[in-house]
C-alpha cells in the first residue's frame, strides 16, 4: 500500500521512525539524479544528497505543510546546489588570484586539468550545456519529467498546473533543445 508522502510526514514529526525512513529511502534516488544534474560530479553529488536528506530530517519538525513535501525537499535540495556553487566559484577565484593564469574558459590554467577526450563525456557536457540555456521552466520541466522520472500528473502538481500545460512545456523544451543542440560542438 502506498501512503502518500504528506501522511507520512504527519506520522514522521509524530516521532514514527519507520515512516522517517520511509520518506528517506522514496526520494532517495530521485533526490539524488536531481542533485547529480546540477553538479556533474558523481562524489559531489552523493555528499550534497546525504548533506540534504540530512538536512530533511532535521527540519522535517519545522516543515509546516504549505507546500507538498516534495517540492519542500527539493527546495532543500535546490538551496545545497547554490551553496556548492557559490563555494565552488569562490575556490576557483582564489584560484585565480593566486596564480594569475586563466585559460579561455576561465579556469586556472596549471591548476584545472583539460577533461578527457571520452565520447560520452563529450556527449554528456554538450547535453549539459543545452540544459544550461534552456529557460527556467524548460529545464524543471524536462528535469520532473526525465530526470525524477515522474508522471505527467506529478509534474503538473510539483509545478502547480496543469496536465495540458505540462504537456505542451514539454514539447516546447524538447524542440528548443533540439534547436540549441544544432549549434553546439
Known amino acids: 500500500m502506498h501512503i502518500p508522502d504528506e501522511e507520512l510526514v504527519v506520522e514522521a514529526q509524530a516521532g514514527d521512525h519507520t515512516a522517517l525512513s ?13 542533485i547529480y544534474r546540477h553538479v556533474n560530479h558523481i562524489h559531489d553529488a552523493e555528499d550534497l544528497t546525504s548533506e540534504v536528506m540530512l538536512r ?27 551553496d556548492f556553487w557559490r563555494k565552488h566559484y ?21 591548476i584545472i586539468p583539460e577533461t578527457e577526450h571520452d565520447p560520452a563525456e563529450q556527449l554528456r557536457h554538450k547535453a549539459a550545456q543545452v540544459f544550461d540555456q534552456l529557460p527556467a521552466n524548460y529545464r524543471l520541466v524536462l528535469q520532473h519529467r526525465f530526470f525524477d522520472q515522474q508522471s505527467l500528473a506529478e509534474t503538473a502538481t510539483a509545478m502547480q498546473t496543469t496536465v495540458s500545460n505540462i504537456k505542451v512545456l514539454q514539447h516546447r523544451a524538447l524542440k528548443k533543445a533540439a534547436e540549441l543542440a544544432k549549434h553546439i560542438v
Open 90 to 110: 569562490r575556490v576557483r577565484e582564489q584560484l585565480v588570484a593566486e596564480y594569475g593564469a586563466i585559460g579561455a574558459d576561465g579556469a586556472p590554467v596549471d
Open 56 to 82: 530533511m530530517v532535521t527540519q522535517l519538525p519545522t516543515y509546516r505543510r504549505q507546500s507538498l513535501y516534495s517540492t519542500w525537499l527539493y527546495g532543500i535540495a535546490r538551496h545545497a546546489i547554490a
Open 22 to 34: 520511509t520518506l528517506y529511502d522514496r526520494h532517495f534516488t530521485k533526490l539524488y539524479r536531481f
